[in-house]
């Protein structure tokens, strides 16, 4: 039972150090998802575990993602649906996005499992015109 308690307050503790994306609603330029996917976006980055190395592609989301705009950010999560070696993995997303101007976007998440971070994505988007 002391397990527990304990790992409900680390979790807890853990979620109150996280920036809250209101913090952004004054930031220029503001994004607009719909107007910025509108079109050809091409997008590139990487996918890197804890220990650093870069690892595969990712296919599904499962259920619905849940995000918050404001300003020039995005702040969503969401359970990836991660495919290893012939399995699925259900891993949580916690994704933050910075429109940098009306073409350029930039994205840093981090992957968890049971609350434990595995790893981070990386990606750069750009709009054609």
Same mark, same amino acid.
């Not at 592609?57 to 995000?67: I, L, N, Q, R």
């Given at each position: 039972?002391?397990?527990?308690?304990?790992?409900?307050?680390?979790?807890?503790?853990?979620?109150?150090?996280?920036?809250?994306?209101?913090?952004?609603? =004054?930031?220029?330029? $503001?994004?607009?998802? #719909?107007?910025?996917?509108? !079109?050809?976006?091409?997008? /590139?980055?990487?996918?890197?575990?804890?220990?650093?190395?870069?690892?595969?592609? =990712?296919?599904?989301? $499962?259920?619905?993602? #849940?995000?918050?705009?404001? !300003?020039?950010?995005?702040? /969503?999560?969401?359970?990836?649906?991660?495919?290893?070696?012939?399995?699925?993995?259900?891993?949580?997303?916690?994704?933050?996005?910075?429109?940098?101007?009306?073409?350029?976007?930039?994205?840093?998440?981090?992957?968890?499992?049971?609350?434990?971070?595995?790893?981070?994505?990386?990606?750069?988007?750009?709009?054609?015109?």
């Amino acid at each position: 039972m002391k397990k527990i308690i304990l790992l409900a307050w680390c979790l807890m503790l853990a979620a109150c150090a996280m920036p809250d994306v209101r913090q952004y609603q =004054a930031t220029e330029p $503001k994004l607009n998802l #719909v107007d910025y996917f509108l !079109g050809t976006t091409d997008a /590139w980055g990487m996918v890197q575990k804890r220990n650093g190395a870069v690892i595969g592609t =990712a296919a599904d989301v $499962k259920g619905e993602s #849940v995000g918050v705009l404001a !300003g020039n950010a995005l702040h /969503w999560q969401y359970t990836l649906l991660l495919p290893i070696d012939g399995n699925r993995y259900e891993v949580q997303f916690d994704d933050w996005m910075f429109l940098i101007d009306e073409h350029s976007m930039l994205n840093r998440s981090s992957m968890s499992k049971f609350g434990v971070e595995l790893g981070q994505v990386t990606l750069f988007f750009r709009k054609r015109t």
